[in-house]
């Protein structure tokens, strides 16, 4: 079966030419390296907090959904080097605000949090930033 080498999507071997990209399809993908995760904050000055969860399992269902439409984000976890416990609560070693905050650049905050609402239905609603357009 081919795969476009640009969005990894895999077509039926009568299809040549990506349909979203419009790139030549090839045989079989390159495994991704760091490198292909990697996001210059360069490029990116502006980037906001959409949603807070308290499951580490939903931010990684969300990081893993934007990354795969090619939306920038970053989970920033609350705990810090406390490891990943997604606490809201009072604690003796961080203040109330843990849990995983979910950022990503301004410019992509609405289809991100309606990306993110697809995910997770109304675990997003009740996690999502009030000030995010949707």
């Not at 990354?67 to 920038?72: L, Y």
Request: aromatic share 10%.
């Amino acid at each position: 079966m081919p795969f476009c080498p640009k969005c990894r999507y895999e077509y039926k071997p009568e299809i040549s030419v990506c349909p979203d990209c419009s790139e030549p399809l090839v045989s079989s993908l390159p495994d991704k390296t760091a490198e292909d995760f990697r996001i210059d904050s360069k490029t990116y000055n502006n980037w906001v907090r959409i949603g807070r969860l308290t499951s580490y399992a939903y931010a990684n269902m969300i990081n893993e959904g934007l990354h795969s439409k090619n939306i920038p984000v970053v989970v920033l976890s609350g705990a810090g080097h406390f490891g990943q416990t997604g606490q809201m609560g009072t604690s003796s070693f961080r203040p109330i605000d843990g849990g995983f905050s979910i950022m990503v650049p301004e410019e992509f905050a609405v289809d991100a949090s309606r990306e993110a609402e697809v995910i997770l239905g109304d675990e997003w609603i009740k996690a999502r930033e009030e000030n995010i357009g949707h």
